[in-house]
T-cell receptor
Framework: KQEVTQIPAALSVPEGENLVLNCSFTDSAIYNLQWFRQDPGKGLTSLLLIQSSQREQTSGRLNASLDKSSGRSTLYIAASQPGDSATYLCAVSGYSTLTFGKGTMLLVSP | GAVVSQHPSWVICKSGTSVKIECRSLDFQATTMFWYRQFPKQSLMLMATSNEGSKATYEQGVEKDKFLINHASLTLSTLTVTSAHPEDSSFYIC??????????FGPGTRLTVT
């Protein structure tokens, strides 16, 4: 059974810092990996999707990497802003299902 | 494109009553829809997978007689929580796919059972 772990569970940084969120998964037989953002009481916003054959994806200040063989992914956020404050979820896709981690709660203070 | 809506966004109901949550794909036909539940500070847990016109497949530990799923068309799936109890209070999120492995998520429904 796939298990997804995200570290740290919570992170608080001052505005402007670069930061890294970590995600690990136990079964490397995945189709893709996604990073989502979730604001309190809201649904999910897809940030980046990395296919299993890819090593990384970039969107603006966000860069996600995938090392499938070691079961790891990182989400790099450059020049963090208060508006980045949210919970970031990592999810890996098996044949037809997504398995989510518990998320990293990020707080960026002005 | 690939917008998924949910209705209602929040609902309060009394213990013992039933409540229906709708999930719609607005601009595409969804081959498969998924229902997730999320408790506070917890991850999303898959409850069931549904394909249009067929019975839903429930995850282990999810009571299919309590959580009724109807996927009547390619754009609509409904989740009915029957005889709701306070422990059913949670955030319910649906998602839909259009043939690939990428899932598009709805905004979620907050259910509170008093």
């Amino acid at each position: 059974k796939q298990e997804v772990t995200q570290i740290p569970a919570a992170l608080s940084v001052p505005e402007g810092e670069n930061l890294v969120l970590n995600c690990s998964f136990t079964d490397s037989a995945i189709y893709n990996l996604q990073w989502f953002r979730q604001d309190p009481g809201k649904g999910l916003t897809s940030l980046l999707l990395i296919q299993s054959s890819q090593r990384e994806q970039t969107s603006g200040r966000l860069n996600a990497s995938l090392d499938k063989s070691s079961g790891r992914s990182t989400l790099y956020i450059a020049a963090s802003q208060p508006g980045d404050s949210a919970t970031y979820l990592c999810a890996v896709s098996g044949y037809s299902t997504l398995t989510f981690g518990k998320g990293t709660m990020l707080l960026v203070s002005p | 494109g690939a917008v998924v809506s949910q209705h209602p966004s929040w609902v309060i109901c009394k213990s013992g009553t039933s409540v229906k949550i709708e999930c719609r794909s607005l601009d595409f036909q969804a081959t498969t829809m998924f229902w997730y539940r999320q408790f506070p500070k917890q991850s999303l847990m898959l409850m069931a997978t549904s394909n249009e016109g067929s019975k839903a497949t429930y995850e282990q530990g999810v009571e299919k007689d309590k959580f009724l799923i109807n996927h009547a068309s390619l754009t609509l799936s409904t989740l009915t929580v029957t005889s709701a109890h306070p422990e059913d209070s949670s955030f319910y999120i649906c998602s839909a796919t259009r043939g690939s492995f990428e899932q598009y998520f709805g905004p979620g429904t907050r259910l509170t059972v008093t």
